[in-house]
């Protein structure tokens, strides 16, 4: 017997897949879809209907770790367990708790992405603190670049946030990437970058990470750098900055259905949303994105917008 609509559970995992600096990631989304601090210009999800800073308990723990422990037994290659998702992963207030318990579960490294605006808040740090990894994001250093690209929640500054990432270095004992997502036009000025250069000087990364955009963003005014101009900046921060590259194909247990194939048939049927075909075939639309973006750089689908709506279509 099927289950009613209000009894079929959120999906809270996607993948594994393929990360371009992760290997292969088992994502967990522990928020609901577009809720964050922030509405980047560039964000592959589209436009954030629920800008927050109140932190919640969004979803049951058991029910989060009971997923993740069904996929952890499905013998496909896992390089880290990584919190993402649709929205800002700091904001539910089990965080802290649910890393824990995976330790307890597998010695697969756990890594949390965030886009470091509730690092100010000492109890956010300490959630992070039994994480392996932590990828936090700053891809601006003045308040006006953070207004232009982030488009913040009020009341957050960028300086407070700084200083937060500077207290989380001084606490956390794992291994932080400090990620710059660069729009051209927006924050890759060689004065902001002198900027940003100063921050990170004074956040220790172990290595800072520069990014692009590569998928269609929320925004059509979110235009990707060239190559030749990562490099340039590469250089500006110097031996311990590097560009992120495309994802290197590593050995994996295929998966059981052939989901690209999936998605291009109903794109060759009609145009169809991500949140169409997410819905359609109940896979988490982060994963739904993975296979789209490999469709797109084959040259099989292109995305075209409609009435402000996103929609994929054959070539």
């Known amino acids: 017997m099927s289950k009613k609509p209000e009894e079929i559970l959120p999906i809270h995992i996607y993948g594994p897949v393929p990360s371009r600096r992760l290997g292969f990631s088992l994502g967990i989304d ?5 809720t964050c601090t922030l509405d ?19 979803f049951s723990s058991p029910e989060i770790l009971a997923q993740i422990k069904r996929r952890l037994s499905s013998g496909q290659r896992i390089d880290t367990i990584t919190f993402s998702g649709s929205g800002e992963p700091t904001l539910n207030k089990i ?14 490294p756990v890594t ?6 509730l690092l100010t808040d000492k109890n956010v740090r300490k959630a992070l ?18 207004l ?19 207290k989380f270095r001084q606490e956390f004992k794992g291994r932080i990437w400090l990620e710059v997502m660069l729009v051209k036009g927006m924050n890759d000025s060689l004065s902001h970058i002198q900027k940003l250069k100063e921050a990170a000087s004074m956040i220790k990364p172990d290595k800072i990470q520069l990014n692009t955009v590569v998928r269609p963003p929320a925004e059509k005014s979110a235009q990707p750098l060239s190559h030749d101009e990562l490099e340039k900046i590469k250089k500006v921060f110097g031996k311990n900055c590097e560009i992120i590259t495309k994802f290197d194909k590593r050995q994996q247990t295929p998966p059981q259905k052939d989901l690209e194939g999936t998605i291009l048939d109903m794109i060759r049927r009609r145009p169809v949303t991500l949140s169409d075909i997410s819905v359609s075939l109940g896979r988490h639309a982060n994963e739904v994105i993975k296979y789209l973006d490999f469709l ?6 292109r995305s075209v917008t409609h009435k402000d709506s996103k929609y994929y279509e054959p070539t």
């Not at 980047?40 to 969004?58: A, D, S």
């Not at 039994?130 to 601006?140: E, T």
């Not at 232009?148 to 500077?166: A, M, Y």
């Open 30 to 34: 522990i928020i609901p879809f577009k």
């Open 40 to 58: 980047c210009v560039y964000c592959q999800l589209g436009n954030t209907p629920n800008k927050t800073l109140r932190r919640e308990k969004f």
């Open 95 to 108: 965080l802290g708790e649910l890393i824990e318990n995976i330790k307890k579960m597998t010695s697969i």
């Open 112 to 117: 949390v992405l965030t886009n470091s605006t």
């Open 129 to 146: 603190m039994q994480a392996d990894l932590v990828i936090p994001s700053l891809d601006a250093a003045t308040q006006e670049v953070f």
């Open 148 to 166: 232009k690209t982030n488009r913040p929640c009020s009341p957050l500054h960028i300086k407070e946030i700084i200083d937060g990432l500077v």
């Open 296 to 301: 797109l750089n084959e040259g099989k689908i």
